[in-house]
T-cell receptor
């Protein structure tokens, strides 16, 4: 069975500081990995994805993530956080198994940014 | 460019009442999904439809039914609402191919309270 662990429920960083959000996954084959962001009262927006190839992927809003197969991790990073980055972040894992490609989400990490 | 549209945005029900949550996508996507989001639990898959004419149970299907009315529309029905179904419901869709293959696109959500 596939699963995702986001060990940090809540993180607070100062504006301008660097950020790393952790994600560990369990998946029986080559995974497809995703980071989504959810602003308060909004739906989920895709930040970035990993399907194959270069293990360092770039996304929108200056975010990047690195796929480390040996550690079953896909951590999200940003060099300098802006106040508008305050939101909840979800890591998800899935695969191209059949036509459904179901996703399994982590429980989310809520990011607070202090000025 | 509407994307995935969910109606209604908010709903309050009394225990035992029924209602249908509507979801429509205008991106010609093949697969559609219904999730519920509860605090500290991330998103959990209720039902999905890999293609028009097919539906399958996800992780938490009890108390729900779905209909894939056509390629565009995928509705979620609560026959007899219970307080445990108080949640935020998200619909998502995914294309079969192209640049967005294997990416799920989300609606803005329906916030449901069952009293």
């Amino acid at each position: 069975a596939q699963s995702v662990t986001q060990p940090d429920i809540h993180i607070t960083v100062s504006e301008g500081a660097s950020l790393e959000l952790r994600c560990n996954y369990s998946y029986g084959a080559t995974p497809y990995l995703f980071w989504y962001v959810q602003s308060p009262g909004q739906g989920l927006q895709l930040l970035l994805k990993y399907f194959s190839g270069d293990t360092l992927v770039q996304g929108i809003k200056g975010f990047e993530a690195e796929f480390k197969r040996s550690q079953s991790s896909f951590n999200l990073r940003k060099p300098s956080v802006h106040w508008s980055d305050a939101a909840e972040y979800f890591c998800a894992v899935g695969g191209n198994t059949g036509t459904a490609s179901k996703l399994t989400f982590g429980t989310g990490t809520r990011l607070q940014v202090t000025l | 460019n509407a994307g995935v549209t969910q109606t209604p945005k908010f709903q309050v029900l009394k225990t035992g009442q029924s209602m249908t949550l509507q979801c429509a996508q205008d991106m010609n996507h093949n697969s559609m999904y219904w999730y519920r989001q509860d605090p500290g639990m991330g998103l959990r898959l209720i039902y999905y439809s890999a293609s028009e004419g097919t539906t399958d149970k996800g992780e938490v299907p009890n108390g729900y039914n779905v209909s894939r009315l056509n390629k565009r529309e995928f509705s979620l029905r609560l026959e007899s609402a219970a307080p445990s179904q108080t949640s935020v419901y998200f619909c998502a869709s995914r294309p079969l191919g192209g640049a967005g293959k294997n990416i799920q696109y989300f609606g803005a959500g329906t916030r449901l309270s069952v009293l």
